[in-house]
């Protein structure tokens, strides 16, 4: 779309300002009204039309001075427009740069809940609650607007999007049950999302984060963020306490909803003084700077069974990684629409029996990822060969999906996971070259990459072989 075009004889194009999931944001005008408005066009060739109507049809449900206010909406051609009042300002992706206070970081994650809050009233969940969808208008201080309701859903409503639909664009803010590709989130999801903001202001960190989405995502369902008193020592006992609640795994341990969450924030009276800590995107927050022992705790998720286990963080988790998407998905394409977790739990669940059996923990990522995690129990060996066990019967399951093994060594666990991630994307690749590795291998079973830190302990008792600078882990005849 070019500047200068006018849709409907009233809404001119002027200004391209960003680019997002699927479309553009122009700025524009509007000529029956004379202000400003926000032109978002769909790209041609995006298929998810429903998407962009639902979008606009919640939209005109809200009139609320912290929700992006809807103009019109319709097609040209091919292509479908929304159009909003123009916010003039900065997003809070843009305005974290430069940091909060404590004072601060409640303040505006105060507004944001409150906004949210008339969403949740409403039944709705928003979905995609993170920086680059709250804006800050210009001047006017106290407030904020939510935009982006482009994956926003009635309570009870299914997601039909693909998995990989769902995570386009940054996941460090998506809730455990978002992780797990859940088609149905309440508010809490969002409250979990909220959490990661109001982390993120206080500490100048993101609550996750990691090089690869997979890694990003194992963090988010297995990992809690650092300690919020060592990463921010100014804020206040309340304010610690809502972070962790908010941040909890388990929705049922949550606040209900942002109304839940905005009141607690008002009742934070006393706050002392405090620095602004300018933002560091790629900062993981469990990294050297933080001691270690300290900095997280491994959580047990509800998707993992029993609650009442709760693993203390003695050693080291042991996880194994695989690529398991033509197993679970069957013949289903990409772009099929997507019809249900049940359909990839079903054929999961007899992958993920495995891994209870040998007391691991697992779970199918929204991204394809299959993740089992062996939390360090009284022995490193005992749970280092009941991972590598289980890895091998996974195998004898699924001969074909590359897999890989490594343990978590305490530097910051997400490095660790990126190294996982990163051998599985190249055993893929050995896959799809059908190249498999090494000698005395049957061709119709791929081996097993080990990170090199497992190498040497488990060959003592595995057949372990190397090829080039990789190891790997062999069923035995
Ligand atoms: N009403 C608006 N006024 C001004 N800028 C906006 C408005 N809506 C969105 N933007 C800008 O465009 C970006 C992308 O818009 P968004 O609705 O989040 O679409 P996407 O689904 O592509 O993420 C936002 O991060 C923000 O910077
Ligand atoms: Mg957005």
Redesign the pocket.
């Known amino acids: 779309m070019k500047p200068g075009t006018v849709i409907e004889s009233r809404f001119e194009i002027l200004v391209k ?2 680019a ?2 699927g ?1 553009w ?1 122009f700025m524009g005008r509007d000529r029956q009204s004379g202000h400003s408005v ?1 032109v ?1 066009l769909l790209d041609p060739h995006e298929s998810d039309f429903q998407r962009f109507e639902r979008e606009s049809a919640l939209l005109t449900e809200f009139s609320h001075p912290g929700i ?1 206010r809807y103009v019109a909406h319709g097609r040209i051609g091919s292509r479908r427009y929304l159009v ?4 003039e300002g900065q ?1 809070l992706r843009e305005r974290l740069i430069h940091g909060f206070t404590v004072r601060e970081s409640i303040d505006v994650v105060c507004r944001i809940a409150e906004a949210l809050a008339a969403v949740h009233e409403r039944g709705i969940v928003h979905r995609d609650i993170k920086p ?2 709250i ?1 800050f208008p210009a001047g006017l201080d106290d407030q904020i607007k939510l ?2 309701f ?1 994956i926003a859903r009635k309570v009870g409503q299914p997601s039909s999007m693909t998995r990989t639909g769902l995570i386009i664009g940054t996941p460090g803010y998506m809730s455990p049950e978002q992780v797990l590709g859940e088609r149905h989130v309440d508010a809490r999801s969002d409250v979990f999302s909220l959490g990661c903001i109001l982390y993120a202001c206080l500490c100048g960190r993101p609550a996750f984060v990691a090089t690869h989405m997979a890694s990003t995502l194992t963090a988010i369902l297995f990992f809690d963020p650092a300690r919020l008193d060592l990463l921010c020592p100014e804020a206040p006992g309340p304010i610690r306490d809502l972070v962790k609640r908010m941040l909890a795994k388990d929705p049922a341990d949550r606040p209900s909803n942002a109304a839940a969450v905005a009141a607690e924030l008002a009742g934070v009276i006393e706050v002392p003084d405090s620095l602004r800590r300018p933002f560091q995107p790629k900062v993981a927050p469990y990294s050297h700077q933080t001691p270690l022992a300290n900095s997280f705790e491994l959580m047990t998720t509800k998707t993992v069974g029993d609650p009442a286990l709760r693993y203390p963080n003695e050693g080291a988790p042991v996880f194994v990684l695989a690529s398991m998407d033509e197993e679970l998905r069957g013949d289903r394409s990409e772009y099929d629409e997507y019809h249900g977790d049940e359909e990839v739990e079903d054929r999961a669940g007899p992958v993920r029996d495995i891994v209870t059996h040998h007391s691991g923990l697992s779970a199918v990522l929204a991204d394809g990822t299959f993740v089992a995690m062996f939390p360090a129990g009284q022995s490193q060996a005992e749970q280092t060969i009941q991972a590598a066990n289980c890895a091998l019967e996974l195998r004898r399951m699924v001969p074909l999906a590359p897999m890989v093994i490594g343990v978590g060594d305490f530097k910051p666990a997400t490095t660790v996971l990126d190294r996982l991630v990163e051998s599985l994307i190249e055993e893929s690749f050995r896959g799809v070259l059908d190249d498999p590795p090494g000698t005395g291998g049957d061709d119709d079973t791929l081996p097993i990459r080990l990170d090199s830190s497992l190498s040497e302990f488990l060959a003592e008792k595995f057949d372990v072989s190397q090829e080039g600078k990789s190891h790997y882990l062999r069923p035995r005849d």
């Not at 909003?84 to 916010?87: P, T």
């Open positions: 300002t960003g997002g999931a479309g944001v926000a978002k992006v909003m009042e123009w916010v997003t680059s969808n804006m935009v982006d482009g």
